[in-house]
């Protein structure tokens, strides 16, 4: 009964290496924001092909003609 409530806890060197990690991610955003941010309009244009390939899977792509069944009108 104890082992299915038992919590893991990091450990010392897993507490420094992802405090050096949040670190060095702080250091090179502040460094480097206007690298960063300058690229984030041509971002957010490679954004609008990419969700157009990826979201058109879900609707059967462009084709709208609609089987009929034989004998039956559209």
């Known amino acids: 009964m104890n082992d299915e409530h038992e919590t893991k806890h990091l450990s010392r ?3 420094v290496f ?3 990690l949040i ?3 702080l250091l090179l955003f ?3 924001r206007a690298h960063v941010l ?3 309009p041509y971002l957010i244009l490679l954004a609008c092909p990419l969700m157009h390939l990826f979201m ?3 609707h059967g792509g462009h084709n709208h ?3 009929t069944k034989e004998g ?3």
């Open 13 to 15: 060197g897993q507490w």
């Open 18 to 20: 992802y405090g050096f």
């Open 23 to 25: 670190f060095a991610g």
């Open 30 to 32: 502040t460094e480097h």
């Open 38 to 40: 300058g690229f984030l």
């Open 56 to 58: 058109h899977h879900g």
């Open 65 to 67: 003609h609609h089987e």
């Open 72 to 74: 039956e009108q559209k």
